[in-house]
C-alpha cells in the first residue's frame, strides 16, 4: 500500500502512521496458547476482495472499506453503497482462499474479511485476539478501530483488545494482504504457492490482569539432570511469588519475579528421564502466578556439536529426515488441522524418520507439538529464501521479528533441535551480514539450539568443498544438491566427492527428482516413478561415502504447488519431487528410502 502512493501528502501521512505502527513496542505474544482456554473465532467470514486497495481510503484508522462499516445497507436516494460485508460471500477460516475459491486461485493482493462475534469480558482480565498466521500482512480493526498490524505470513501474532470490545456484540475485520514485494520475506520468488488469507486458527485469549507470557524449562547445558529456566509474568510487581510443578519428578519450586517480571529457575532433576526418538518421553508442568495457571508438556534432552559429530543427550546421532512443505494432504492449500499433521508427519515416521525439516516457513505449532510426541527432531526454519532485499533495513527487521516469533512461539518443544536461518540464498557480502544478524539474534533469544541454514552446493568437476562464508555463523551446515537432476545423470552421481574444511556436521538438506504418480517407464525417462527411485539409490551410494555428514532430509515428502511448475499432464501446477503424491499416493522411491533408512536404525 505505502509502495503504491509514496508521491503524494495524503500518503506520506499513512506512511508514517504505518511506519509507527511498525517500529512500535514488540506486542505481546502469548506462548502455549494451545493449553490455554481460548473462544474460538474460526469458521465463515464474509470475505471483499479489493485489488485496487479502495478500501484504505483517507483514513487508515476507519478503513472498514471506506467507512462503509459491516451493516450498512443501501436506502434508494441514501449514501452510495458499492461494499456490504453481510451481504457478501464467506471464506472458511482458518485456510488460504486460493484453494477455497477458484476465483482466487491466483489473487495476490488485498482482501478484507468481517465477521460479528460475541463476549462478556470478565472484569480486571485482559483480552487478546490470537492469529495463528495471516499470509502476508494483516490489519485489524474491531468495532472499526484499528486495533494491530503483523507483518510475516506463517507466525503468530496477538492483538489485545481490553477496553475495545464492548459486552455484547462486536465485529472484527482483517484486511490482509499477500501481495509479493522485493523488500518482503519471502520476496518475489518462491518455489511454492503463495496461499493468502487467514491461514491458521484465530481466538480470543483472556488472560488475568498479571499473566505468564513467556517462559522457559530446559536442561542446563552440559547436564543431563539439572534444569533451568525462567517465567516472565506481565504486570507483576517485583518480589512475586512464581511456583513450578512437575508432579512425575515429585518437584515443587517456588520463585520470585525481578523487576522485569522475571523469575529464575535453577534446580536438580536426579530422576529425569531424557527426551529421544526412542523415548520422547513429556513432562506435564504447571505453572502458578499470582491468579494465573499455565500447563505445559515438555521433554528434556540436550542437542550440541563436538567437532564434526551432533550429539543428542551426549550420544553421536545422525538425523534419518525428510523435507516438507506446510500442504494439506489430499486437499492442497495451506496445511493447519491436527488430521493434516497427523497424516504428513505419520508418513515421516512410517519412513523411519527421526527428523524432519519443516521448509521453509514456521510451520503450524500442532506440527511440533506432535513431533514432541511421536520423537520426531524439527529444523525449523525462516523464510528469508532466494535473493532477499539483503541492503533494506526493514527487510532486516521483518527477518528478525519472523525469527523471534518462531523462537518464542517453539522454543519449548524438545523436538525443535536447530534454528533455520536461510534458503540458498545468494553468496555476497550484504547477504552474509544480513543473515549473521539472524545467528546473533537467534543464539541471543535461544542459546540452547543450533543454527543451521541450507546453502546451494557449488561442485567443481566432480568436488564440492563446502567453505560458504555463512558456515562461519553456523553450527551444522546444510547444503542443497540436486546431482542426477539439475545436474549430471543419476549413473555419475556415486563419483562426485566432497570437502568439509570448516570440519563442522553437514546436513545434505535437499537432494532428490521429480516423478509423476503412476508414470512409470525405464529409469533413463524423467518424471517416471523409476528415475526417480534410481536417482535415490544413486545417492545413497554418494553420501553414504561421506564420513562427516550427520543428516539427510530429501526433498521432498509429499508434491505441493507451485507456479514455477507447469508442465501439462506431469507437474500441473505441482512441484513433483515429492515421495508422496498430492493424493497420498506413495511412489517407489518412497520404500526405497524406508528402507534406507530401517537398514540405518539395526
Ligand atoms: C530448491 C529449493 C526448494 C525447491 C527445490 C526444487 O533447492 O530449496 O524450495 O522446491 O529446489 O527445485 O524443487
Known sequence: MVRMCRRSALCLALFSAFAFLATAQQPTLLVDIDHRAQTSLDGPWHYIPDPYREGWGSNPDHASLNGYVKNAHYVPGGPLLQYDFARSPTLDVPGDWNSQKDSLFYYEGLLWYQRDFTVHPTPHTHLFIHFGAVNYAAHIFVNDLHVCDHEGGSTPFDCEITGVVKDGDNFIVAAVDNQRTVDRVPTIKSDWWNYGGITRPVSLVEVPDTYIDDYSLQLKRGTSNQLEGYVHVTGAAAGAHVTLSIPDLHIEKDAVTDTNGRAEFSFPAPSLELWSPEHPRLYSISLHAGPDELKDDIGFRTIEVQGDQILLNGKPVFLRGISYHDEAPFRSGRSWSDKDAETLLGWAHELHCNFVRMAHYPHTENEYRLADKLGLMVWSEIPVYW????????????????????????????????????????????????????????????????????????????????????????????????????????????????????????????????????????????????????????????????????????????????????????????????????????????????????????
Open 387 to 602: 535473493g532477499i532485499d539483503w541492503t533494506n533495513p526493514p527487510t532486516l527487521d521483518v527477518a528478525k521479528h519472523q525469527l523471534w516469533e518462531m523462537i518464542r512461539r517453539d522454543h519449548n518443544h524438545a523436538s525443535v533441535i536447530m534454528w533455520s536461518l536461510s534458503n540458498e540464498t545468494p553468496e555476497s557480502l550484504d547477504r552474509n551480514a544480513f543473515i549473521h544478524q539472524l545467528a546473533v539474534e537467534a543464539r541471543s533469544e535461544d542459546p540452547t539450539r543450533l543454527i543451521t541454514s541450507a546453502i546451494v552446493t557449488h561442485f567443481k568437476g566432480t568436488t564440492a568443498t563446502l567453505d560458504d562464508p555463512l558456515g562461519q555463523d553456523l553450527d551444522v551446515l546444510g547444503y542443497n544438491e540436486y546431482l542426477g537432476w539439475y545436474q549430471g545423470t543419476p549413473s555419475a552421481i556415486p563419483d562426485y566427492t566432497w570437502q568439509n574444511p570448516l570440519g563442522k556436521p553437514v546436513i545434505v538438506s535437499e537432494f532428490g527428482a521429480g516423478a509423476k504418480a503412476g508414470l512409470h517407464g525405464p529409469a533413463t525417462e524423467m518424471f517416471t516413478e523409476e528415475y526417480q527411485d534410481n536417482v535415490f539409490r544413486q545417492q545413497f551410494l554418494m553420501l553414504g561415502k561421506i564420513p562427516f555428514l550427520r543428516g539427510m532430509t530429501p526433498w521432498v515428502l509429499m508434491d505441493f504447488r507451485s507456479p514455477m511448475r507447469q508442465l501439462p499432464g506431469i507437474q500441473d501446477d505441482y512441484n513433483r519431487k515429492g515421495l508422496v503424491s498430492d493424493k497420498g499416493e506413495r511412489k517407489k522411491a518412497f520404500f526405497t528410502l524406508q528402507d534406507y533408512y530401517a537398514k540405518m536404525q539395526k
